[in-house]
């Protein structure tokens, strides 16, 4: 069983910035990726990021590309998205989430989520 807890999500102003932190705890002795998945009201969730266990390869979603990065501390367990240029219609609750093996577009793949941090783009 893998625990997966985020944090650093809050409300934030256009143009502004925010760091994610997923940090996982348990059964992690396998090679495994790390993506970043986000829902908006009344909207299915979406593919953000993902990561390999190296951290030398990622996967963007083509409305974060430039404005996204995402890394991670093996060491630690736990992956990052720093997020800049932050528009309103990245407004969603953002989900971290691990599955064994490389990295992934589908959701459906992954393994293990964690319950969700709040991100809101306003002024």
């Known amino acids: 069983q893998v625990d997966l807890v985020e944090s650093g999500g809050g409300l934030v102003q256009p143009g502004g910035s925010l760091r994610l932190s997923c940090a996982a705890s348990?059964?992690?002795?396998?090679?495994?990726?790390m993506g970043w998945f986000r829902q908006a009201p009344g909207k299915e969730r979406g593919f953000v990021t993902a990561?390999?266990?190296?951290?030398?390869?990622?996967y963007y979603a083509d409305s974060v590309k430039g404005r996204f990065t995402i890394s991670r501390d093996n060491a630690k367990k736990t992956v990052y998205l720093q997020m800049n240029s932050l528009k309103p219609e990245d407004t969603a609750t953002y989900y971290c989430a691990l599955r064994w093996g490389d990295q992934s577009y589908s959701d459906a793949s992954y393994n293990y989520w964690g319950q969700g941090t709040q991100v809101t783009v306003s002024s």
């Open positions: 990561i390999s266990y190296s951290g030398r390869s990622a």
């Open positions: 348990g059964r992690t002795f396998s090679i495994y990726a």
